[in-house]
């Protein structure tokens, strides 16, 4: 109750800037919450074994098998592969570019946002800490002899918003970073699976591999 009192008057100081910065704050907690929640239940769906089994039924130019074992798959990766074999009577490299932006076009969501909340806090920061020093000088120049309260409120109003506005950045920055990090890996994995799919593909078709009867599976699997 004591830190909730404090905190309140620590805003109230902090001027008409620290409501936009606020609402920058909030803006922040919740997105980088969601995307925190979102990572971590995504790691518990990475299946590397169900991977590695697809891979080496490929390898043996088992696409019927590899079919069977990426169906269902919660695993990027796999999905991203299963869906690439659904689409192998069609363009195989499309379905794959498809279906790999659809998986990073899920991981990256919100990371825009979450790089204005960097950029727009330490700016709102500044502009308090423009309106706390001209409050400043505006007392300084009216008509009192000594307006000492005014002078120290105007500058603990333009260093309290900029504290909030650095503090909001770098709360963000970190986690930014993190997911920037977590979404180039997961970037790599899938292009790299994708040409390892469209070379085993490319190969088995070169070694006289029947795809006739994979595309009719694949087409059915696809229904």
């Not at 308090?128 to 002899?145: A, L, W």
């Not at 180039?184 to 029947?210: I, S």
Request: proline residues 2%; neutral net charge.
């Amino acid at each position: 109750m004591l830190f909730a009192n404090a905190a309140i008057k620590i805003f109230e100081k902090g001027g008409p800037i620290m409501y936009p910065i606020l609402v920058v704050a909030l803006v922040a907690i919740a997105v980088v919450t969601e995307r925190l929640f979102w990572w971590i239940r995504e790691s518990y769906k990475r299946d590397a074994e169900g991977l590695e089994k697809v891979l080496v039924a490929m390898e043996k130019s088992d696409f019927g098998a590899a079919l069977d074992s990426s169906k269902g798959s919660d695993d990027p990766v796999v999905r991203m592969i299963f869906r690439g074999l659904s689409h192998v009577h069609g363009s195989l490299t499309g379905a794959l570019k498809v279906a790999a932006g659809a998986e990073i076009k899920r991981a990256g969501r919100f990371l825009m946002l979450i790089d204005t909340c960097i950029t727009v806090a330490p700016l709102l920061g500044l502009l308090g800490t423009v309106t706390g020093i001209m409050r400043t000088f505006d007392s300084i120049g009216g008509g009192n002899e000594l307006a000492v309260d005014a002078v120290t409120g105007g500058i603990g109003e333009a260093l309290i918003a900029t504290a909030a506005g650095l503090f909001i950045a770098i709360f963000c920055l970190l986690p930014f970073n993190y997911f920037n990090e977590r979404l180039a890996k997961l970037t790599f994995e899938l292009e790299t699976a994708a040409t390892n799919v469209e070379v085993m593909v490319t190969r088995a078709k070169q070694e006289g591999f029947d795809t006739m009867t994979f595309r009719r599976r694949a087409a059915s699997e696809k229904a």
